[in-house]
């Protein structure tokens, strides 16, 4: 039976979920991309949201979130408008990671896993983002910014603010 | 048999074993986590690592893990070596980096498959001295108890729910070290078998959650083994007691029957023997109505008085013991004597029984319904009238699985590896029921029909094969095709009859088909129609199989045969035709023992009720059985008014005892001992767990007492619960064999000791009393069993029926059972409990088959009432069990939407329901909408106390019309499940503690 409680998903949703599927051998199969679908309008999975792609797929939610759930980049909980995905991988911590994160922290008052007071901004740590000539990089939205330091995360936060003003 | 090596010892195995399971069989510690016996091996935990070595001049070997290791001939391992006894402690150290060692307050302590392991590697010091992870718990419902800080994520309970149970609503979370095991978001576990989780998990993250309302820790218990009285299939349990409590029930391993694993009604459903409204001491009616309290002499001086008065009837019961109903037998007379069945379900249980008696084909245990490779179900909700089996049928359709992976030379054993193999393929599984099922996920095909279709469904199933089987040359069957057999054509719907012709080729394409119906659906005609296919499949191979099969030592052999899905493919299928099976499931605990006793044509309810009309019966005495569930309420009050004097033995208050002149306390069956009958015809003993309190006696004690006090010829020389056993095994040709179902009280173990309840660790023995008195009180005396109230004996080498508990050095938890099976997964080592009884002529397979009825025509405006039954509600005493009560819903009727619709009513509005003929208005109930209700059938839940508190009743088949109940006060706050559904709110979310984008 469908409960009136659980939302629908947008058409726009649907239809890429749908595009998916085409491809797929059974709609279960495309679990973890209609989830970063999802994600991708709304920033996160919220229960309500899970719900709603289980049904879609005619999966339990369980089945689902045990799924949801293992991927660290698919966000059970609301995130900050950005992502800010710092490696602390072997280079990048070589290469002054923690002191990036640190200053990080002191500009945003965040830690790690934790979102700014004005909700821009999540700080996670990853394991690699696959630019180690780089190093130390990190991920803010899609953006990937390369060789930190002290001076390259001022330029950063201070040209996005600029851009919000 | 491959010869094994084992630190310098050689060993003989069991060929195509995996090697920890060949070490556990040896009886060889060896510890494990991930792998089960009854799931195999995934190689998940890496705690049962053993050293292989390549040759005997290998010396440094290397680390293998056992449960993924096959055993083959001249391989060289070791359990002791250094290397290995190292690697499994460093795992347990490493899971306990996570576990809170809070054993004091955790209901596992004592039979904890942690501590057991941890003792057994010798991990003593911690050293890690870091935080700990920790979870948030969820609420699961009234049943299971969730305590996630304890997992060590060995992964066998999601591996049991959802691979095994087929449960949906229970997952593995997150990753790394937080993986957290549990539902979406809190609520009630929705698998009706969730509570062998409290067994499964092998520390203390599931556990039984009304055992922790007063609980008591495995080596306080007082144990015995018992037996379900929750439906008739039999299930073998240990129930423990402490302080005059039932604590819990717990499997009692039986390879035939239950294998290691209960259903929910069976585990949580027997605490109504600590219901407060259950009677202690013998009352009489006194002049003013008012009911005393009297002397339990002075009762059984009423009791024999009014026996020798004369006009006797008595009315016995279907969920009382054997015994008990033998002597009220012997004391009314046979003619005077009704086995308690209501008008509908009497015909119905005698069919059952005739059928089985008449047919070939084999009743197949639960191990063997697990070996069936097609299944046609028919009309029977199994997953709620005999809910084990339904677990079973979820292991058959799996059997293809088993059969890929043989191909592929994969042991069965290789759980990930066969479950991947097969993916979604199955076994054929037909189901056509009144409405959905919970097994329509595993089925390949679901019809929705009314009670005459489906039976016309079975029939043209049957004809299907007869026309195939007289086309082919290779079949000599003994039951010639007479054409009288196959039922009228006429009207069979085009699409009915392509599922038919799919059913009949299934069927025809298996090696061990089963057809299983039974009462459940309140017809006879679909009985019928079951067993016609199995008449029709039958052949004398499947006689041969089923010849033997009357005594306890042949179903062992035949078992051994048909040993789980491993070894199906080499049963004598191929050569000989199928092993047909069918397989008919009867509503209570004793109902199959109740027809063999009384036999067919006992007198029926109704016909008593003649009698007392016409002044025939002056005294009624009336077994464990509350009448008002039997009939409709005016008709057991007609019944009732005739009478003078209604005398009731029961245990537990209802309106039958109410009613009644006359009542005596009958024990429990946890407190006292009797044989019951199980719907394959298996009779099975339970016993006392502990004494009776207060005035309560076991209803044979009752009247045994009563018999000997009016000198009864038959029982002057009766003095022990054996002695009643065989003379009703004398007396009545159908249950000579119960004797057999465990050994009586004079037997002894190991030729010296009783069968001790007690475990040796049991504490307080002495104090337990103080309140009351100080002075140590003197053990009481078991005089009918061979069980002992008592520490002092030996717990091991004895029948398997005198199992009342399982543990051993090292051992403490159930995982001990292995101490006591031939093999694992095997027969006890005592023997398998119970003993068939049926004996089977066959006659049947060369009859007419029955002529198939007409089809249901739905007319408008009414609907044909069909029986729904609910695992939880439908059982009258399990519902009295506190913690089942909080799953109960109201009593209600299932429709479809359109007809909703017609009736302008909504889920939870009220419907009456009237009886078409008469108009008479039978009950109201609250609307269910279920939109895979069978057309022009309206289904009502059997069992459930309607909104006046009183048992309504409703008997299936009958016509009847509805109409919107006005005014009606809504008994369920909204639809079931919706105040599950969280909202879109952050705040809101149970499950972002494990997972969530913070763990980091």
């Known amino acids: 039976m469908q409960s009136p409680l659980i939302p629908n998903l947008s058409d726009q949703e649907i239809s890429a979920i749908d595009n998916e599927i085409a491809h797929a051998p059974c709609r279960a199969a495309v679990a973890i991309d209609a989830l970063k679908i999802v994600q991708s309008h709304r920033g996160w999975v919220s229960d309500a949201s899970l719900q709603a792609i289980a049904r879609h797929l005619h999966m339990s939610a369980a089945e689902l979130d045990g799924i949801a759930t293992f991927y660290n980049l698919i966000f059970r909980r609301p995130v900050g408008e950005q992502v800010i995905l710092l490696c602390n991988s072997i280079t990048c911590w070589i290469k002054g990671a923690s002191q990036i994160q640190q200053q990080i922290s002191a500009r945003l008052h965040i830690g790690l896993g934790e979102t700014s007071a004005d909700n821009q901004y999540t700080l996670l740590p990853v394991t690699c983002l696959g630019a180690c000539d780089r190093a130390p990089v990190m991920l803010v939205g899609e953006q990937l910014h390369t060789h930190l330091d002290d001076a390259a995360l001022e330029l950063i936060f201070r040209s996005r603010e600029e851009a919000e003003e | 048999m491959p010869v094994i090596r084992i630190d310098g010892q050689d060993y003989e195995?069991?060929?195509?074993?995996?090697?920890?399971?060949?070490?556990?069989?040896?009886?060889?510690?060896?510890?494990?986590?991930?792998?089960?016996?009854?799931m195999g091996s995934i190689g998940a935990c890496r705690q049962c690592a053993v050293v292989q070595y390549q040759n005997a001049e290998d010396q440094r070997g290397r680390l293998v893990m056992s449960c993924m290791t096959p055993v083959s001939d001249g391989a060289i391992f070791s359990l002791a070596g250094d290397k290995a006894a190292t690697f499994r402690q460093a795992i347990i150290e490493s899971l306990m980096t996570n576990h809170p060692h809070d054993c004091p307050v955790c209901a596992e302590g004592g039979e904890c498959h942690l501590q057991d392991m941890t003792v057994m590697v010798g991990h003593r010091d911690r050293h890690y001295r870091g935080l700990k992870r920790t979870h948030r718990n969820q609420n699961l419902g009234p049943l299971i108890q969730h305590e996630m800080n304890r997992c060590i994520a060995c992964y066998r309970c999601t591996r049991y729910y959802r691979d095994y149970a087929g449960g949906t609503d229970l997952a593995a979370m997150a990753a790394h070290n937080h993986v957290y095991f549990g539902r979406h978001e809190d609520g009630v576990l929705e698998s009706e078998f969730a509570g062998n989780l409290v067994e499964v998990c092998p520390t203390g993250v599931f556990t039984d959650k009304p055992l922790q309302q007063e609980y008591t820790r495995k080596w306080d218990l007082q144990s015995a083994p018992s037996l379900c009285t929750g439906c008739a299939v039999g299930c073998n349990t240990l129930a423990g007691e402490r302080y005059g409590k039932l604590k819990r029930i717990h499997n009692r391993y039986n390879s035939e029957v239950n294998g290691y694993f209960l259903c929910d009604r069976g585990r949580f459903g027997a605490s109504f023997v600590n219901h407060k409204q259950r009677l202690d001491w013998a009352g009489r009616r006194s002049a003013n109505g008012r009911f005393d309290a009297i002397d339990s002499d002075q009762a059984l001086q009423h009791l024999a008085a009014a026996c020798q008065r004369g006009g006797l009837a008595g009315i016995g019961s279907p969920r009382a013991s054997v015994e008990a109903n033998f002597l009220l037998r012997t004391l009314v007379g046979a003619d005077n004597y009704s086995?308690?069945?209501?008008?509908?379900?009497?015909?119905?249980?005698?069919?059952?029984?005739?059928?089985?008696?008449?047919?070939?084909?084999?009743?197949?245990?639960?191990?063997?319904?697990?070996?069936?490779?097609?299944?046609?179900?028919?009309?029977?909700?199994?997953?709620?009238?005999?809910?084990r089996i339904a677990l079973a049928l979820r292991q058959s359709v799996r059997n293809i699985a088993y059969t890929m992976a043989a191909q592929l030379r994969l042991l069965p054993w290789q759980d990930a590896a066969v479950r991947n193999l097969a993916?979604?393929?199955?076994?054929?599984?037909?189901?056509?029921?009144?409405?959905?099922?919970?097994l329509d996920d595993v089925a390949a095909a679901t019809l929705h029909l009314a009670p005459a279709d489906i039976a016309r469904l079975g029939h043209a199933v049957a004809a299907r094969i007869r026309t195939a089987r007289a086309h082919s040359p290779a079949t000599l069957s003994p039951n010639k095709v007479s054409p009288n057999k196959v039922p009228p054509n006429e009207v069979m719907d085009e699409a009915l009859q392509q599922q038919a012709d799919t059913i009949a080729s299934a069927l025809l394409d298996a090696k061990r088909p089963l057809l299983l119906s039974g009462t459940g659906c309140g017809s006879a005609a679909v009985m019928a129609a079951a067993a016609d296919i199995a008449a029709a499949l039958g052949s004398p191979a499947a006689a041969t199989v089923t010849k033997g099969n009357v005594n306890n030592s042949d179903?062992?052999?035949?078992?051994?045969?048909?040993?789980?899905?491993?070894?199906?493919?080499?049963?004598?299928?191929?050569?000989?035709g199928p092993a047909v099976m069918l397989c008919l499931a009867v509503p209570e605990a004793n109902s199959l023992g109740q027809a063999l006793l009384t036999g067919p044509s006992a007198p029926t309810l109704e016909a008593l009720t003649v009698r007392a009309v016409g002044g025939e019966i002056q005294t009624l005495l009336v077994l464990e059985n509350d009448l008002y569930r039997r009939g409709p309420a005016a008709d057991i009050e007609r019944l009732l008014q005739h009478v003078a004097e209604i005398i009731v033995i029961d245990s537990l208050d209802n309106p039958t005892l109410s009613a009644s002149t006359l009542a005596l306390p009958a024990a429990s069956f946890a407190e006292s001992e009797g044989t019951l009958v199980s719907m394959e015809g298996r009779a099975q003993r339970h016993f006392p767990v502990f004494l009776p309190a207060k005035e309560r006696r076991a209803s044979w004690q009752w009247l045994l007492a009563c018999l000997q006090a009016i000198s009864h010829p038959r029982t002057t020389d009766l003095q022990?619960?054996?002695?009643?056993?065989?003379?009703?095994?004398s007396d009545i040709a159908a249950l000579a064999n119960i004797t057999k179902a465990a050994p009586d009280h004079l037997f002894r173990n190991a030729g010296l000791a009783k069968v001790p309840r007690q475990p040796h660790r049991y504490s307080g023995?002495?104090?337990?009393?103080?309140?009351?008195?100080?002075?140590?009180?003197?053990?009481?005396?078991?005089?009918?069993?061979?069980?002992?109230?008592?520490?002092e004996g030996v717990n091991q080498f004895q029948p398997g029926a005198l199992l009342p508990f399982v543990?051993?050095?090292?051992?403490?938890?159930n995982q001990s059972l292995h101490k006591f099976q031939t093999e694992v997964g095997g027969p006890l080592k005592g023997g398998t409990a119970g003993a068939k009884l049926l004996q089977q002529t066959g006659a049947a397979d060369d009859h007419a088959a029955p002529l198939s009825p007409s089809a249901f025509k739905p007319v408008t405006g009414q609907w044909l009432l069909v029986p729904r039954y609910k695992i939880f509600g439908s059982e009258e005493l399990s519902a009295h069990s506190p913690a089942i009560a909080q799953l109960l819903l109201p009593a209600y009727l299932e429709i479809t939407a359109a007809d909703a619709e017609r009736l302008q009513v909504d889920e939870g509005d009220g419907v009456q329901v009237m009886d078409s003929a008469s108009g008479a208005t039978l009950a109201t109930l609250e609307v269910r909408i279920n939109d895979t209700m069978a057309d022009g059938c309206a289904g009502y839940s059997v069992g459930h106390s309607a909104h006046q508190g009183s048992i309504f009743n409703l008997v299936a088949g009958t016509g009847v019309a509805?109409?919107?109940?006005?005014?009606?006060?809504r008994r369920t706050q909204s639809a079931p499940g919706a105040d599950l559904i969280a909202t879109d709110s952050p705040t809101n979310s149970n499950t972002a503690a494990p997972g969530g984008p913070n763990h980091v």
């Open chain 2, 962 to 969: 509805l109409q919107k109940a006005d005014p009606w006060q």
């Open chain 2, 339 to 387: 086995p308690g069945f209501s008008a509908a379900e009497q015909p119905l249980v005698e069919l059952a029984l005739s059928l089985q008696q008449q047919t070939r084909a084999l009743i197949p245990s639960i191990k063997q319904i697990e070996s069936a490779d097609a299944v046609f179900i028919l009309g029977e909700d199994v997953t709620n009238t005999a809910p």
């Open chain 2, 423 to 438: 993916q979604e393929q199955r076994n054929p599984l037909f189901i056509a029921a009144l409405a959905d099922t919970r």
């Open chain 2, 13 to 38: 195995v069991k060929e195509g074993d995996n090697l920890l399971q060949a070490c556990l069989g040896l009886g060889l510690d060896l510890p494990y986590f991930c792998w089960h016996p009854a």
């Open chain 2, 555 to 576: 179903s062992d052999s035949d078992s051994d045969a048909e040993n789980s899905s491993t070894t199906a493919s080499k049963v004598d299928s191929d050569a000989a």
């Open chain 2, 765 to 791: 023995r002495t104090a337990m009393g103080a309140n009351v008195s100080v002075h140590e009180p003197k053990q009481a005396a078991d005089e009918d069993s061979a069980l002992a109230f008592s520490m």
């Open chain 2, 720 to 729: 022990h619960f054996d002695d009643v056993t065989n003379a009703c095994a």
């Open chain 2, 807 to 813: 543990w051993a050095p090292g051992w403490n938890s």
